[in-house]
């Protein structure tokens, strides 16, 4: 389901898109116009251009307001509604550049009246250029395909008026070059369009997202402490936004842990990951009598401290819960116990960078650090509670 945030993008994508068609509206009617008065066929198959713009841009406009929509029939989205508008802008700027290699082949040779033509081509040039960097640095900022394609498509256009501009600039000093400007017009909005048309057929028959970010998403699902590996990830495109479909391999006993931290998991992807728009993450787990227990001390071989985020030193210990012995004994010291801002926070999430099963806590108070492991599916368990935190005497008290 979209967000807030999401929503508020689709809707101004849509202000956008409909503010594109009245420009290019404007410039097709001003181009055809002046080509028709001055003669000129560049300008003439330029204005043919900026008119199927006018297509392309409405099928924008109605695929982002088809992808902002809601349907049961629908699971994933509509995401894919902006492919579909990027696909109907490439057939559109397709046949633009037929209509003008046919007007260079086929039109009459002439001059064109420069005086009309050149003022307009020089105007239409600087709002294509404005227009098209102002809506590619939107469609950016919006994650919207659909807006960045149609920016594209208004660079393509500025591209082929610099060519009519160079034409008509050539004309006044007596070169008939008009049909020649013509020509070439054609040839770069059709590679624009094979290039937008190429994009969006990638995108519909569900690329996988790039292998980078692929990457990222499983170094952060791994780097959970409940997480032994990411045994498949299957990943698809959607209108430029990403859906993960994740198998993950966890080490608990509990079936709700594990429930848990995958429900936690789909909440955070997206949350790190703004593209990802849906995440589906299917837990197997298995109990592991090989667990990692941490317990806060005052110092190494020291006694159990009775303060959590403020004990100096963790004792890291490997237990057979099987065998109900200790395989391995090591301590290290806790680098933020004299933050004086936010340590709660900092210790949690150091100690949660170590990846253990269960953690002592000597005194529960639902402090930060305590949330963030519960919420990762880490066992709280008190001193003494089934052998945890046992080391042989009292506490140490508190020094300072």
């Known amino acids: 389901m979209p967000s807030d945030t999401s929503r508020e993008n689709f809707r101004s994508a849509r202000r956008r898109a409909a503010f594109s068609i009245l420009l290019n509206l404007c410039l097709?009617?001003?181009?055809?116009?002046?080509?028709?008065?001055?003669?000129?066929?560049?300008?003439?198959?330029?204005?043919?251009?900026?008119?199927?713009?006018?297509?392309?841009?409405?099928?924008?406009?109605?695929?982002?307001?088809?992808?902002?929509?809601?349907?049961?029939?629908?699971?994933?989205?509509?995401?894919?509604?902006?492919?579909?508008?990027?696909?109907?802008?490439?057939?559109?700027?397709?046949?633009?550049?037929?209509?003008?290699?046919?007007?260079?082949?086929f039109g009459t040779e002439r001059l064109p009246d420069v005086t009309i033509a050149l003022p307009v081509t020089l105007v239409s040039l600087l709002v294509a250029l404005a227009f098209g960097f102002y809506q590619l640095g939107a469609g950016r900022r919006l994650n919207s395909p659909a807006l960045q394609a149609d920016a594209r498509d208004y660079l393509a256009d500025a591209l082929s008026t610099g060519v009519v501009l160079v034409g008509l600039v050539a004309t006044r000093f007596g070169y008939a070059v008009d049909r020649w400007a013509a020509a070439v017009v054609s040839l770069f909005v059709f590679r624009a369009g094979v290039a937008l048309l190429m994009a969006a057929l990638k995108d519909l028959l569900d690329a996988s997202i790039d292998r980078e970010t692929e990457r990222e998403i499983i170094r952060m699902v791994e780097s959970h402490p409940r997480i032994s590996r990411v045994k498949q990830c299957l990943s698809r495109t959607a209108g430029g936004r990403f859906i993960i479909d994740m198998d993950v391999v966890m080490h608990t006993p509990s079936h709700k842990i594990a429930d848990h931290v995958a429900d936690r998991l789909e909440e955070l992807i997206p949350r790190k990951f703004p593209l990802v728009v849906m995440a589906r993450i299917r837990p197997h787990y298995s109990s592991d009598h090989i667990i990692r227990r941490l317990i806060p001390v005052t110092r190494p071989e020291g006694r159990l401290s009775r303060h959590f985020v403020k004990a100096p030193w963790f004792l890291v210990e490997t237990v057979d819960t099987r065998a109900g012995r200790v395989l391995k004994r090591e301590f290290v010291e806790n680098p933020h116990v004299g933050a004086e801002k936010k340590r709660g926070l900092l210790v949690g999430n150091w100690l949660l960078s170590l990846k253990p099963d269960e953690v002592v806590v000597p005194e529960e108070h639902g402090g930060t650090a305590t949330m963030l492991l519960r919420e990762a599916g880490v066992d709280i368990r008190k001193p003494g509670e089934d052998g945890a935190g046992e080391m042989g005497g009292r506490e140490d008290a508190p020094s300072g």
């Open 28 to 105: 097709a009617l001003g181009k055809g116009v002046a080509g028709v008065i001055s003669g000129s066929t560049a300008l003439l198959g330029d204005a043919i251009h900026s008119g199927t713009d006018v297509l392309a841009s409405m099928a924008t406009y109605v695929g982002l307001w088809v992808a902002g929509r809601e349907h049961p029939s629908f699971p994933y989205g509509l995401y894919k509604a902006e492919t579909v508008a990027t696909l109907v802008t490439s057939v559109a700027v397709i046949v633009a550049a037929y209509e003008i290699g046919r007007q260079a082949i």
